[in-house]
């Protein structure tokens, strides 16, 4: 292919015990999807359908990676979750498929300008500036099902300078893995390379230029990320 301006590489995933890296495609989140941290936002955590929201694919962070604090925001907040890889492709996929289109899964960090998405909120704009920023999406090593297997339940915690900030478990979730890949394929048709931020436990609050996040989900892996200074 020949293209008028340089091009880039692919935003990709390294994979446990694999050679290869795992493409990566789009990003979608989920919003809510933790009764307590449903609570702590101010909203009521009855089941309402889920909700999505997308990240750039090149928003993607590695484990390890230093990051830049983000510009335009003093209110960066860390939200720890559980990200599931489409290996499939899919439309309308039912529940009972859903794991049949999953290849992988990791610890990933739904980075938020707080700031920023609460202004989208309160003027009912859309919540990109708040969502999908540059590095707003670390993502560590995927670990494949075919290893690991499709966990459903299992600490799944964060540390801030080594301090417990978020902990909560898998089974809390208020939508599955497997019922947020049938309600998200009803929306649009999932591809191979996907990847899905399925929501985060209590707890979530600021990050500070410096300070070092550690994520771990049991069964999963973990992911470690460092903050740098205020661009
Ligand atoms: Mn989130």
């Not at 003093?74 to 290996?87: M, R, W, Y």
């Not at 999953?102 to 707080?114: M, P, Q, S």
């Not at 003027?123 to 999406?137: I, Q």
Request: aromatic share 8%.
């Amino acid at each position: 292919m020949q293209y008028v301006i340089p091009s880039w590489d692919l935003p990709s995933l390294a994979v446990e015990g694999e050679a290869g890296r795992f493409p990566v495609r789009r990003i979608y989140c989920v919003g809510r999807n933790y009764a307590e941290h449903a609570r702590e936002m101010g909203n009521d955590p009855d089941r309402e359908p889920p909700f999505f929201f997308l990240k750039p694919a090149d928003s993607l962070a590695a484990n390890g990676a230093k990051i830049p604090y983000p510009p335009a925001t003093a209110n960066l907040h860390h939200e720890v979750e559980l990200v599931a890889a489409i290996g499939k492709d899919g439309a309308e996929i039912a529940p009972e498929a859903a794991r049949d289109h999953i290849y992988g899964y990791a610890v990933g960090l739904d980075l938020t300008r707080r700031d920023l998405q609460q202004i989208s909120k309160d003027r009912r704009w859309p919540w990109d500036t708040g969502k999908s920023f540059d590095s707003g999406a670390p993502c560590g090593d995927l670990a494949p099902a075919a290893r690991i297997g499709h966990p459903e339940t299992g600490a799944i915690v964060l540390d801030v300078e080594g301090e417990r900030r978020q902990s909560g478990d898998l089974a809390d979730m208020i939508w599955s893995v497997p019922e947020i890949v049938g309600h998200l394929s009803r929306l649009f048709t999932l591809r191979a390379g996907d990847l899905i931020y399925t929501g985060t436990p209590a707890g979530v609050g600021p990050v500070l230029p410096g300070q070092r996040l550690d994520a771990a989900i049991e069964g999963v892996g973990t992911l470690s990320v460092s903050v740098g200074d205020s661009a």
